[in-house]
């Protein structure tokens, strides 16, 4: 039509995400192409060849034009049989992330709290914000380590600001990500007792500190939570699960998506779980390497943090650690900067791995701090 004003140009139209999504930043892990990677405590072997040679036979017998068995029964009977428990008091999920993403959908959500102690795993935080979850964070103490008094503050601030029933979730991260030290059982204790809601035990890396939360046997509201990523070599395979009360796996199969664990993941689960020596000497090698590690760190220029579990923390005294990691980094090898963390300004964190791994990181912050 003459005349008419030209049509506008067409507007990318949509839904913008929730305003507190949009806020968030994303989990974040650097990954550099280097020769020696210690910074996202993986396990430096691969998984046994017998197993990868039995998983590969076992591929041909899966039917992969059906849907996997949607409740896992298999993979849940193996761990249930690991722990000595009933298969109806494990849920598996896509890496011990799932199992906390399951643990929030199904507790937490708008005008619900969980409890945890900073500076600790920063997935507990994120995953309660993308579910809407308020987060109450309480403090460690100067050796990272829970301290019974800070533990029942953050408590009955839940339960002051949120109602009786919270915080629902209490996170104990054991041995802590990224400072190291498991938790006096005690403390475990002590947060069972107290707690108003579940008290979820991340032991991602539980199998190389001297004691667990499983020892405690079935208590209602205890919700040990592993991983096959460290321990198991299956970092790829993204398989994790939690111990808990059977009406608490209920809850958590509510929330999962249909046929959650495909058919593969299930078979080398159970697969890997019939090479428990195999993994038993891997974490028997990890620990005296960390000793080993330790003790030659003693010699540097740096504090180093107590730990129970296949990374280590530690300060350079005389250098920053920006510029350390970077020498590092020019070395080919690759820690994890945490510099910037509140609390643990100027740490940096080193995965335990393989001797020469080990070796080639002693030498280069030997160099480093020269
Ligand atoms: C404390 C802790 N929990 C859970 C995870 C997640 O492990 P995944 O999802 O690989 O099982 C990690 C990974 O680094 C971790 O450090």
New binding site residues.
């Given amino acids: 039509v003459n005349g008419a004003a030209p049509e506008p140009a067409p507007r990318r139209r949509g839904v913008a995400p929730r305003d507190d999504v949009a806020l968030m930043e994303g989990y974040y892990s650097p990954q550099i192409d280097v020769d020696v990677r210690l910074n ?2 993986e396990a430096p072997e691969s998984p046994p060849a017998a197993f990868l040679e039995e998983l590969s036979g076992g591929i041909a017998g899966i039917a992969f034009n059906r849907y996997p068995d949607r409740e896992a029964v298999a993979l849940r009977s193996a761990v249930a049989e690991l722990h000595g428990v009933g298969v109806e008091s494990v849920y598996c999920a896509n ?4 199992v ?1 993403q399951s643990l929030l959908l199904a507790y937490g959500g708008p005008g619900r709290a969980v409890a945890l102690f900073e500076p600790t ?1 920063a ?1 507990h935080s994120h995953i309660a914000r993308v579910t809407g979850t308020d987060v109450l964070a309480g403090r460690r103490d100067t050796d990272y380590l829970i301290e019974e008094g800070e533990l029942e503050r953050v408590i009955a601030e839940g339960e002051r600001t949120h109602g009786g029933a919270n915080p629902v979730l209490t996170f104990i ?1 054991s041995p802590n ?1 990224p400072t190291g030290r498991v938790e006096p059982t005690a403390l475990i204790e002590r947060a069972l007792r107290r707690a108003p809601g579940l008290v979820v035990v ?1 032991e ?2 539980g199998q190389f500190a001297p004691s667990s939360a499983l020892e405690l046997g079935a208590v209602d509201n205890l919700v040990v ?1 592993r ?1 096959f ?1 460290k321990t198991w070599s299956l ?1 790829a395979l ?1 398989l ?1 699960y939690a111990i808990a009360a059977p009406e608490v796996v209920e809850a958590l199969f509510a929330v999962t998506l249909p046929y959650h664990l495909d058919a593969l993941k299930q078979l080398a689960g159970r697969l890997a779980l019939s090479y428990g020596d195999d993994m038993a000497g891997r974490v028997e090698r990890l620990v005296a390497e960390r000793r080993r590690l330790v003790a030659a760190l003693g010699g540097l220029a740096v504090e180093v943090c107590p730990s129970d579990a296949n990374f280590v923390l530690f300060r350079p005294t005389a250098k920053d650690a920006k510029q350390v990691w970077g020498e590092l980094v020019d070395r080919s090898i690759l820690v994890r900067d945490i510099s910037t963390v509140p609390h643990l300004e100027g740490f940096l964190r080193v995965t335990i791995g393989a001797a020469a791994e080990n070796d080639a990181f002693l030498a280069a912050l030997r160099a480093s701090l020269a």
């Fill in positions: 996202t405590n890496g011990s992330n799932e906390l795993y997935l991260c990500n991340d991602a890396y939570v991983t990523s970092a993204r994790g």
